[in-house]
Protein backbone atom coordinates (compact mmCIF):
# COMPACT_ATOMS: atom_id res chain seq x y z
CA UNK A 1 0.00 0.00 0.00
CA UNK A 2 2.58 2.62 1.25
CA UNK A 3 4.65 1.52 -2.26
CA UNK A 4 1.28 2.49 -3.97
CA UNK A 5 0.89 5.64 -3.07
CA UNK A 6 4.41 6.47 -3.05
CA UNK A 7 3.95 6.03 -7.17
CA UNK A 8 1.00 8.02 -6.87
CA UNK A 9 2.56 10.97 -5.51
CA UNK A 10 5.59 10.91 -7.83
CA UNK A 11 3.40 10.89 -10.90
CA UNK A 12 1.42 13.63 -9.63
CA UNK A 13 5.33 15.52 -9.26
CA UNK A 14 6.09 14.69 -12.72
CA UNK A 15 3.09 15.71 -14.21
CA UNK A 16 3.31 19.47 -12.71
CA UNK A 17 7.27 19.72 -13.95
CA UNK A 18 5.82 19.09 -16.97
CA UNK A 19 2.92 21.79 -17.29
CA UNK A 20 5.24 24.73 -15.42
CA UNK A 21 7.13 24.81 -18.51
CA UNK A 22 3.96 24.31 -21.35
CA UNK A 23 1.85 26.97 -19.56
CA UNK A 24 5.10 29.35 -19.76
CA UNK A 25 4.96 28.93 -23.63
CA UNK A 26 1.14 29.77 -23.78
CA UNK A 27 2.60 34.08 -23.29
CA UNK A 28 4.88 36.39 -24.69
CA UNK A 29 8.36 36.30 -22.37
CA UNK A 30 9.09 39.38 -20.73
CA UNK A 31 12.11 40.62 -19.07
CA UNK A 32 12.24 43.62 -16.34
CA UNK A 33 14.76 45.79 -15.34
CA UNK A 34 15.14 48.78 -12.41
CA UNK A 35 15.29 52.21 -14.53
CA UNK A 36 16.14 55.15 -12.35
CA UNK A 37 13.16 56.99 -10.43
CA UNK A 38 11.92 60.29 -10.80
CA UNK A 39 13.75 63.61 -10.56
CA UNK A 40 13.77 65.44 -7.40
CA UNK A 41 13.76 68.48 -8.57
CA UNK A 42 10.55 67.43 -11.10
CA UNK A 43 7.95 69.59 -11.02
CA UNK A 44 4.11 69.40 -11.43
CA UNK A 45 4.02 69.10 -15.23
CA UNK A 46 7.16 66.32 -15.01
CA UNK A 47 6.20 62.88 -16.51
CA UNK A 48 7.84 60.44 -14.54
CA UNK A 49 10.49 58.29 -16.21
CA UNK A 50 8.95 54.56 -16.42
CA UNK A 51 9.99 52.00 -13.25
CA UNK A 52 10.86 49.05 -15.82
CA UNK A 53 12.32 48.73 -19.22
CA UNK A 54 9.83 45.80 -21.09
CA UNK A 55 11.22 43.85 -23.63
CA UNK A 56 7.92 42.33 -26.12
CA UNK A 57 7.65 41.68 -29.61
CA UNK A 58 7.47 45.08 -30.81
CA UNK A 59 10.80 46.16 -29.10
CA UNK A 60 11.61 47.57 -25.55
CA UNK A 61 10.44 50.84 -24.16
CA UNK A 62 13.30 52.68 -22.40
CA UNK A 63 14.28 55.81 -20.42
CA UNK A 64 16.51 59.03 -22.06
CA UNK A 65 17.58 61.20 -19.59
CA UNK A 66 17.69 64.05 -20.74
CA UNK A 67 19.54 67.28 -18.55
CA UNK A 68 18.74 70.68 -17.68
CA UNK A 69 21.25 73.70 -15.93
CA UNK A 70 19.21 76.89 -15.37
CA UNK A 71 19.27 79.05 -12.23
CA UNK A 72 16.59 77.85 -10.28
CA UNK A 73 17.91 80.26 -7.12
CA UNK A 74 18.95 83.80 -6.92
CA UNK A 75 18.13 87.08 -7.84
CA UNK A 76 17.00 86.15 -11.51
CA UNK A 77 15.25 82.43 -10.04
CA UNK A 78 11.43 83.47 -11.91
CA UNK A 79 13.17 83.02 -15.44
CA UNK A 80 14.89 80.04 -14.46
CA UNK A 81 12.21 78.49 -12.88
CA UNK A 82 9.93 79.44 -15.95
CA UNK A 83 12.65 78.04 -18.14
CA UNK A 84 12.50 74.48 -16.11
CA UNK A 85 8.03 74.46 -16.25
CA UNK A 86 8.42 75.29 -20.31
CA UNK A 87 10.94 71.86 -19.94
CA UNK A 88 8.11 70.15 -18.15
CA UNK A 89 6.02 71.13 -20.59
CA UNK A 90 7.57 69.46 -22.89
CA UNK A 91 8.26 66.47 -21.54
CA UNK A 92 4.85 65.44 -20.42
CA UNK A 93 3.85 66.58 -24.26
CA UNK A 94 5.74 63.70 -25.72
CA UNK A 95 5.39 61.04 -22.59
CA UNK A 96 1.90 62.15 -22.42
CA UNK A 97 1.26 60.97 -26.34
CA UNK A 98 3.31 57.38 -25.76
CA UNK A 99 7.32 58.61 -25.81
CA UNK A 100 9.80 58.64 -28.42
CA UNK A 101 9.55 56.24 -30.98
CA UNK A 102 12.82 55.39 -32.10
CA UNK A 103 13.20 52.08 -34.50
CA UNK A 104 10.96 49.71 -32.72
CA UNK A 105 11.43 50.82 -29.30
CA UNK A 106 9.84 53.65 -27.35
CA UNK A 107 11.07 55.51 -25.01
CA UNK A 108 9.88 57.79 -22.26
CA UNK A 109 11.91 60.80 -21.35
CA UNK A 110 13.31 61.66 -18.07
CA UNK A 111 14.01 65.15 -17.36
CA UNK A 112 16.49 65.54 -14.50
CA UNK A 113 17.26 69.76 -13.62
CA UNK A 114 19.92 71.12 -11.19
CA UNK A 115 20.77 74.61 -10.01
CA UNK A 116 23.75 76.13 -11.29
CA UNK A 117 22.24 78.80 -8.32
CA UNK A 118 24.05 81.59 -10.80
CA UNK A 119 27.29 80.34 -10.09
CA UNK A 120 30.06 79.24 -12.30
CA UNK A 121 31.68 76.23 -10.68
CA UNK A 122 27.78 75.16 -9.69
CA UNK A 123 27.14 75.30 -12.92
CA UNK A 124 29.89 72.66 -14.03
CA UNK A 125 29.47 70.81 -10.90
CA UNK A 126 26.07 70.38 -12.47
CA UNK A 127 26.81 69.24 -15.56
CA UNK A 128 29.53 66.60 -14.20
CA UNK A 129 26.66 64.95 -12.37
CA UNK A 130 23.70 64.88 -14.83
CA UNK A 131 26.54 63.54 -17.28
CA UNK A 132 28.36 61.06 -14.83
CA UNK A 133 25.45 59.88 -12.30
CA UNK A 134 22.47 60.49 -14.45
CA UNK A 135 23.28 59.50 -17.23
CA UNK A 136 22.25 62.37 -19.77
CA UNK A 137 23.43 62.44 -23.48
CA UNK A 138 21.34 65.83 -24.08
CA UNK A 139 21.36 68.78 -21.83
CA UNK A 140 19.73 72.10 -22.10
CA UNK A 141 21.09 75.33 -21.20
CA UNK A 142 22.39 77.12 -19.11
CA UNK A 143 20.53 80.20 -19.47
CA UNK A 144 23.43 82.54 -18.69
CA UNK A 145 26.20 82.70 -21.42
CA UNK A 146 29.62 82.41 -19.34
CA UNK A 147 28.24 79.15 -17.98
CA UNK A 148 27.53 77.95 -21.73
CA UNK A 149 31.65 78.34 -22.70
CA UNK A 150 32.09 76.30 -19.14
CA UNK A 151 29.41 73.52 -19.83
CA UNK A 152 30.34 73.11 -23.56
CA UNK A 153 33.72 71.14 -23.12
CA UNK A 154 32.98 68.66 -20.37
CA UNK A 155 29.84 67.90 -22.62
CA UNK A 156 31.97 67.35 -25.87
CA UNK A 157 34.51 65.72 -23.79
CA UNK A 158 31.97 63.20 -22.40
CA UNK A 159 30.27 62.97 -25.83
CA UNK A 160 27.41 64.69 -25.02
CA UNK A 161 24.92 67.45 -27.21
CA UNK A 162 24.37 70.58 -25.78
CA UNK A 163 21.04 72.33 -26.74
CA UNK A 164 21.29 76.11 -26.54
CA UNK A 165 16.83 76.26 -25.69
CA UNK A 166 17.59 80.32 -24.80
CA UNK A 167 18.25 83.06 -26.51
CA UNK A 168 21.78 83.19 -27.40
CA UNK A 169 22.51 87.05 -26.50
CA UNK A 170 25.16 87.84 -29.49
CA UNK A 171 25.82 85.48 -32.33
CA UNK A 172 28.82 83.97 -34.24
CA UNK A 173 28.92 87.84 -36.42
CA UNK A 174 29.34 89.93 -33.20
CA UNK A 175 33.32 89.18 -32.66
CA UNK A 176 34.32 89.37 -29.05
CA UNK A 177 36.03 86.77 -26.35
CA UNK A 178 33.79 84.38 -24.60
CA UNK A 179 30.80 84.32 -27.47
CA UNK A 180 28.75 81.21 -26.93
CA UNK A 181 27.32 80.56 -30.20
CA UNK A 182 27.79 77.56 -32.22
CA UNK A 183 30.50 77.53 -34.44
CA UNK A 184 32.42 74.41 -36.86
CA UNK A 185 34.69 74.29 -33.78
CA UNK A 186 31.84 73.65 -31.37
CA UNK A 187 30.36 70.02 -32.30
CA UNK A 188 27.58 68.82 -30.78
CA UNK A 189 26.19 72.04 -29.72
CA UNK A 190 23.09 73.52 -31.22
CA UNK A 191 21.12 76.76 -31.39
CA UNK A 192 17.34 76.21 -30.71
CA UNK A 193 16.56 80.15 -30.74
CA UNK A 194 17.43 83.58 -32.31
CA UNK A 195 20.18 85.52 -30.98
CA UNK A 196 19.35 89.13 -29.79
CA UNK A 197 21.65 91.12 -32.43
CA UNK A 198 19.65 88.50 -35.20
CA UNK A 199 16.30 89.98 -33.25
CA UNK A 200 17.35 93.95 -33.05
CA UNK A 201 16.76 94.80 -36.79
CA UNK A 202 12.92 94.05 -36.51
CA UNK A 203 12.90 96.00 -33.39
CA UNK A 204 14.29 99.11 -34.97
CA UNK A 205 11.79 98.43 -38.56
CA UNK A 206 8.95 98.81 -35.61
CA UNK A 207 10.06 101.61 -33.80
CA UNK A 208 10.45 103.31 -37.31
CA UNK A 209 7.15 102.39 -38.67
CA UNK A 210 5.46 103.46 -35.08
CA UNK A 211 7.55 106.14 -33.92
CA UNK A 212 9.24 108.09 -36.72
CA UNK A 213 10.54 111.16 -35.11
CA UNK A 214 12.85 108.77 -32.32
CA UNK A 215 16.01 108.62 -33.70
CA UNK A 216 18.47 108.61 -30.24
CA UNK A 217 18.66 105.68 -28.89
CA UNK A 218 20.36 105.08 -25.28
CA UNK A 219 21.43 101.26 -24.81
CA UNK A 220 21.28 99.59 -21.40
CA UNK A 221 21.49 95.98 -20.20
CA UNK A 222 22.49 92.82 -17.80
CA UNK A 223 25.81 92.85 -16.28
CA UNK A 224 27.62 90.51 -19.09
CA UNK A 225 30.86 90.77 -22.08
CA UNK A 226 28.08 89.99 -24.65
CA UNK A 227 26.36 93.07 -23.39
CA UNK A 228 29.25 95.59 -23.69
CA UNK A 229 29.91 93.47 -27.47
CA UNK A 230 26.50 94.59 -28.64
CA UNK A 231 26.49 98.24 -27.65
CA UNK A 232 29.91 97.90 -29.42
CA UNK A 233 28.02 96.49 -32.37
CA UNK A 234 25.15 98.89 -32.10
CA UNK A 235 27.58 101.93 -32.73
CA UNK A 236 28.27 100.96 -36.04
CA UNK A 237 24.77 99.42 -37.06
CA UNK A 238 22.24 102.00 -36.19
CA UNK A 239 23.13 104.22 -38.73
CA UNK A 240 22.39 102.09 -40.96
CA UNK A 241 19.24 102.22 -39.90
CA UNK A 242 19.01 105.96 -39.87
CA UNK A 243 19.46 105.75 -36.04
CA UNK A 244 22.19 106.97 -33.39
CA UNK A 245 23.30 105.78 -30.52
CA UNK A 246 23.64 108.36 -27.89
CA UNK A 247 25.24 108.51 -24.10
CA UNK A 248 27.15 105.61 -22.52
CA UNK A 249 26.32 101.44 -21.66
CA UNK A 250 24.57 100.80 -18.86
CA UNK A 251 24.93 97.51 -17.16
CA UNK A 252 22.46 96.21 -14.38
CA UNK A 253 24.07 93.45 -11.77
CA UNK A 254 20.58 91.02 -11.72
CA UNK A 255 20.08 91.78 -8.00
CA UNK A 256 20.14 95.87 -8.45
CA UNK A 257 18.46 96.97 -5.89
CA UNK A 258 18.11 101.13 -7.46
CA UNK A 259 17.77 101.53 -11.10
CA UNK A 260 17.34 105.14 -10.78
CA UNK A 261 21.04 105.98 -10.74
CA UNK A 262 22.12 103.85 -14.48
CA UNK A 263 19.06 105.57 -15.81
CA UNK A 264 19.60 108.99 -14.50
CA UNK A 265 22.71 108.66 -16.41
CA UNK A 266 20.88 106.98 -19.54
CA UNK A 267 18.64 109.81 -19.35
CA UNK A 268 21.30 112.55 -19.57
CA UNK A 269 22.28 111.66 -23.40
CA UNK A 270 18.47 113.13 -24.05
CA UNK A 271 17.40 109.76 -25.63
CA UNK A 272 14.47 109.49 -28.46
CA UNK A 273 13.85 105.93 -26.68
CA UNK A 274 15.89 103.27 -24.87
CA UNK A 275 16.68 99.70 -25.99
CA UNK A 276 17.14 97.03 -22.96
CA UNK A 277 19.88 95.05 -25.17
CA UNK A 278 20.08 92.25 -22.43
CA UNK A 279 17.59 91.14 -20.00
CA UNK A 280 16.32 89.18 -17.22
CA UNK A 281 12.71 88.66 -16.76
CA UNK A 282 12.54 92.07 -14.48
CA UNK A 283 15.42 94.01 -15.79
CA UNK A 284 12.71 95.61 -18.75
CA UNK A 285 10.53 96.58 -16.27
CA UNK A 286 12.56 98.11 -13.76
CA UNK A 287 14.05 100.32 -16.02
CA UNK A 288 10.86 101.14 -17.59
CA UNK A 289 9.44 102.62 -13.85
CA UNK A 290 12.80 104.48 -13.24
CA UNK A 291 12.55 106.09 -17.07
CA UNK A 292 8.60 106.75 -16.37
CA UNK A 293 9.12 108.04 -12.87
CA UNK A 294 12.20 110.78 -14.23
CA UNK A 295 9.62 111.93 -16.42
CA UNK A 296 11.04 109.91 -19.97
CA UNK A 297 7.68 109.74 -22.23
CA UNK A 298 9.95 107.82 -25.06
CA UNK A 299 9.45 103.86 -26.06
CA UNK A 300 11.29 101.31 -23.94
CA UNK A 301 12.58 98.08 -25.90
CA UNK A 302 13.77 95.33 -25.34
CA UNK A 303 15.99 92.48 -27.40
CA UNK A 304 15.07 89.43 -24.88
CA UNK A 305 12.35 87.30 -25.18
CA UNK A 306 9.90 88.48 -22.74
CA UNK A 307 5.86 88.97 -22.52
CA UNK A 308 5.17 93.00 -22.11
CA UNK A 309 2.16 92.47 -19.95
CA UNK A 310 5.06 90.85 -16.99
CA UNK A 311 7.52 93.79 -17.46
CA UNK A 312 4.86 96.09 -17.79
CA UNK A 313 3.51 94.65 -14.16
CA UNK A 314 7.05 95.11 -12.88
CA UNK A 315 6.80 98.52 -13.83
CA UNK A 316 3.96 99.57 -11.82
CA UNK A 317 1.47 98.64 -14.21
CA UNK A 318 -0.70 101.32 -16.55
CA UNK A 319 2.52 102.07 -19.13
CA UNK A 320 2.68 103.00 -22.54
CA UNK A 321 4.94 102.80 -25.34
CA UNK A 322 6.90 99.71 -24.46
CA UNK A 323 7.20 96.91 -26.94
CA UNK A 324 9.58 93.38 -27.70
CA UNK A 325 10.19 90.32 -29.09
CA UNK A 326 8.39 88.21 -27.19
CA UNK A 327 4.57 86.95 -27.09
CA UNK A 328 1.63 88.12 -24.43
CA UNK A 329 -0.71 85.79 -23.99
CA UNK A 330 -3.15 88.94 -23.10
CA UNK A 331 -3.72 88.24 -26.89
CA UNK A 332 -3.83 85.08 -26.76
CA UNK A 333 -5.92 85.00 -30.00
CA UNK A 334 -3.63 86.32 -32.41
CA UNK A 335 -1.43 83.02 -31.48
CA UNK A 336 -1.09 79.46 -33.10
CA UNK A 337 -2.77 76.85 -31.84
CA UNK A 338 0.14 74.83 -30.76
CA UNK A 339 1.04 78.14 -28.31
CA UNK A 340 -2.93 78.26 -26.80
CA UNK A 341 -2.02 74.28 -26.52
CA UNK A 342 1.11 75.09 -24.45
CA UNK A 343 -0.54 77.64 -22.56
CA UNK A 344 -3.80 75.14 -21.30
CA UNK A 345 -1.50 72.27 -20.44
CA UNK A 346 0.41 74.88 -18.22
CA UNK A 347 -2.94 75.26 -16.24
CA UNK A 348 -3.87 71.71 -16.20
CA UNK A 349 -0.65 70.63 -15.01
CA UNK A 350 -1.45 72.86 -11.99
CA UNK A 351 1.66 75.46 -12.06
CA UNK A 352 0.00 78.98 -10.54
CA UNK A 353 -1.48 81.23 -12.59
CA UNK A 354 0.88 84.03 -11.03
CA UNK A 355 4.27 81.82 -11.97
CA UNK A 356 3.50 82.25 -16.13
CA UNK A 357 6.12 84.79 -17.31
CA UNK A 358 4.61 83.78 -20.90
CA UNK A 359 7.64 84.28 -23.26
CA UNK A 360 10.15 82.48 -21.16
CA UNK A 361 8.23 79.09 -20.49
CA UNK A 362 7.24 79.30 -24.01
CA UNK A 363 10.82 79.52 -25.14
CA UNK A 364 12.31 77.09 -22.99
CA UNK A 365 9.10 74.45 -23.44
CA UNK A 366 9.97 75.19 -27.18
CA UNK A 367 13.70 74.76 -27.39
CA UNK A 368 13.60 71.14 -25.93
CA UNK A 369 10.24 69.95 -27.82
CA UNK A 370 12.60 70.73 -31.11
CA UNK A 371 15.37 68.67 -29.62
CA UNK A 372 13.04 65.66 -29.03
CA UNK A 373 11.56 66.23 -32.40
CA UNK A 374 15.36 66.23 -33.88
CA UNK A 375 15.69 63.09 -31.66
CA UNK A 376 12.57 61.09 -33.22
CA UNK A 377 13.86 62.10 -36.74
CA UNK A 378 17.33 60.87 -36.25
CA UNK A 379 15.70 57.57 -34.89
CA UNK A 380 18.57 57.57 -32.65
CA UNK A 381 19.52 58.23 -29.25
CA UNK A 382 23.08 58.95 -30.02
CA UNK A 383 24.30 62.40 -29.98
CA UNK A 384 25.77 62.78 -32.81
CA UNK A 385 23.30 60.64 -34.76
CA UNK A 386 20.96 63.25 -33.77
CA UNK A 387 23.29 66.52 -34.27
CA UNK A 388 23.84 65.36 -37.87
CA UNK A 389 20.53 64.78 -38.23
CA UNK A 390 19.32 67.95 -37.38
CA UNK A 391 22.02 70.19 -39.35
CA UNK A 392 19.98 68.49 -42.59
CA UNK A 393 16.53 69.55 -41.53
CA UNK A 394 17.03 72.51 -43.80
CA UNK A 395 13.38 72.85 -45.18
CA UNK A 396 10.46 74.70 -43.44
CA UNK A 397 8.44 72.49 -41.73
CA UNK A 398 11.12 70.10 -40.91
CA UNK A 399 10.24 70.90 -37.36
CA UNK A 400 7.32 72.09 -35.83
CA UNK A 401 7.18 75.05 -33.14
CA UNK A 402 5.14 76.75 -30.69
CA UNK A 403 5.15 79.93 -33.60
CA UNK A 404 5.29 77.96 -37.19
CA UNK A 405 6.52 75.51 -39.46
CA UNK A 406 10.84 75.83 -39.06
CA UNK A 407 14.02 74.93 -40.49
CA UNK A 408 17.75 74.39 -39.17
CA UNK A 409 20.09 77.46 -41.04
CA UNK A 410 22.49 79.58 -39.78
CA UNK A 411 25.67 78.59 -41.89
CA UNK A 412 25.92 81.96 -43.35
CA UNK A 413 26.84 83.97 -39.44
CA UNK A 414 28.04 80.64 -37.81
CA UNK A 415 29.65 78.52 -40.47
CA UNK A 416 27.44 75.58 -39.11
CA UNK A 417 24.08 74.44 -39.91
CA UNK A 418 22.78 73.88 -36.15
CA UNK A 419 20.64 76.95 -35.69
CA UNK A 420 16.70 76.78 -35.53
CA UNK A 421 15.07 79.45 -38.01
CA UNK A 422 11.68 79.85 -36.45
CA UNK A 423 8.89 82.74 -36.88
CA UNK A 424 8.40 85.00 -34.05
CA UNK A 425 6.48 87.83 -32.94
CA UNK A 426 7.14 91.49 -31.34
CA UNK A 427 4.84 92.27 -28.35
CA UNK A 428 3.52 96.01 -27.52
CA UNK A 429 1.91 98.05 -25.34
CA UNK A 430 0.86 101.39 -27.86
CA UNK A 431 0.18 104.80 -27.15
CA UNK A 432 -3.76 103.07 -26.61
CA UNK A 433 -2.34 101.07 -23.60
CA UNK A 434 -3.40 98.03 -24.89
CA UNK A 435 -0.80 94.31 -25.19
CA UNK A 436 -1.13 93.17 -28.46
CA UNK A 437 0.93 90.60 -30.42
CA UNK A 438 2.10 93.14 -32.77
CA UNK A 439 4.37 92.18 -35.41
CA UNK A 440 4.84 88.86 -36.84
CA UNK A 441 8.57 87.97 -38.28
CA UNK A 442 8.18 85.58 -41.12
CA UNK A 443 12.41 84.67 -40.51
CA UNK A 444 15.05 85.67 -38.38
CA UNK A 445 18.20 83.60 -39.00
CA UNK A 446 20.37 84.32 -42.07
CA UNK A 447 19.75 81.03 -44.15
Not at 158 to 172: H, I, Y
Not at 250 to 274: C, F, G, H, W
Amino acid sequence: MKRTTLRIVLALVLALALLVPLAACGKEETTTTAAPGPSTTAGPGTTAAPSSTETTAAGETKTLTIGGIAFLTGPAAAGGMACKTGWELAVAKINDAGGLKIGNDTYKVKLVVEDDAMSVDQAATAAQKLIQQDGAKFIVGPLVDAFKNVIYPICNQAGVMLACVDTCNASAKIKYEGNTDVSPERPLYIRAHWANDEIMPYLFDYLKANYPDAKKIAVCGVTEACTVALFDWLGTYLPEKGLERVGQLEQMAPDTADYNPPVQRLLSAKPDAILVAVSTPTTWGFVTKAAREQGFKGPVMCATHLDVDFANTIAGGGNTDMFGAGVCLSDLDALSQEMKDAHAAYHAKGYPAKDEIADVYLVGYNGLWVLLQAIEKAQSVEPQDVYDAYSKLTNKGDLQTLWGPAYVAGIQTTGVNVVLNEPYWINAIGPDGKAKNAYYIETVVAP
